[in-house]
Structure formats: structure tokens, C-alpha cells
């Protein structure tokens, strides 16, 4: 199944990514979920990402790896793939990229690919997962407004 979210940032692209990191990480939060950071390597290929996710009478652990990252003169991406992922999710692919729209403009993108064990578990975690990516553009706006 796949999630597709744009969010158009009024911040030079190289802002953007210099700030991609922890911080922007935590900020981007799911409301109602009791998340920890237990390791981020950062966003080049080779990094992890290892969460603890505190839900109901029970806690999960999400380990991603960065398997791809790339930049040029209009775009920045990185890939995070799911080694470990909490149920009842099987495969996760998270393209993150920053797209330079002009000098004083970005665009983040979050691309997602995801499925779960039994295909029929798809079309619930859908909604569920759309909510909690959902509240990102608002998120990345209020994180960038005041970084130079």
C-alpha cells in the first residue's frame, strides 16, 4: 500500500536539509504515541534508526535502515527500509526527499510503501498510518519557521 504526502516549505532547500535530523525527527511525532529514540545514526546510507513505540499494554521496537541516499542540484533523498518493524507491518520503504522549487522555496515529499503479514491488514493500517503521517506538513512548517 502506499502513503503520499507533499508539504511546500518557504525555506532554501539547504536549510532544510541541514536540519533534517533528531530534533525534526521528534517534532514529527504522532500525536497519542509514546515514542523513544533509541539510536539515530543520521540519514546517509548505512545509518539506523532504532524506535521503541509504547502502545496499550505493550512496547515495539521499529529499526530502520538507510539504504539509499543521494543530492544534487535540485534534490536531496534518502530511503529507510524497515529491518524490524512493529506488527502488523512486514515491509516498510520510506523515500524522504527535498526538492528545490526555486531559490527561497522547497518542497519535502514523503513516500511511503508499506505491508502487513496478511494482505487483507493493509486496507485497516491504511487510515491509521495516513493519520499519523498526516499531521507532518503541519509539523514541518512550524519546525522550519524560524531556522536559517
Not at 533534517?20 to 509514546?34: E, H, M, Q, V, Y
Not at 529514540?37 to 540519514?43: A, L, N, P, S
Request: with cysteine.
Amino acid at each position: 500500500m502506499k502513503l503520499y504526502f507533499e508539504t511546500p516549505i518557504e525555506k532554501k532547500s539547504d536549510v532544510i536539509i541541514k536540519n533534517f535530523n533528531k530534533d525534526l525527527f521528534l517534532a514529527l511525532r504522532p500525536p497519542g504515541i509514546k515514542l523513544s529514540v533509541e539510536k539515530f545514526d543520521g540519514c546517509k546510507t548505512g545509518d539506523e534508526v532504532h524506535l521503541k513505540i509504547k502502545s496499550f499494554l505493550m512496547t515495539q521496537t521499529w529499526v530502520s535502515k538507510i539504504t539509499q541516499d543521494k543530492l544534487d542540484s535540485n534534490e536531496w533523498s534518502f530511503v529507510d527500509e524497515g529491518v524490524e518493524l512493529p506488527w502488523p507491518l512486514k515491509a516498510w520503504k520510506h523515500i524522504h526527499s527535498v526538492k528545490r522549487v526555486d531559490q527561497n522555496n522547497s518542497l519535502i515529499v514523503d513516500d511511503i510503501n508499506f505491508d502487513c503479514f496478511y494482505s487483507w491488514m493493509n486496507y485497516p493500517m491504511k487510515p491509521l498510518l495516513w493519520l499519523s503521517f498526516a499531521v507532518r506538513p503541519s509539523r514541518y512548517k512550524k519546525f522550519f519557521m524560524d531556522k536559517e
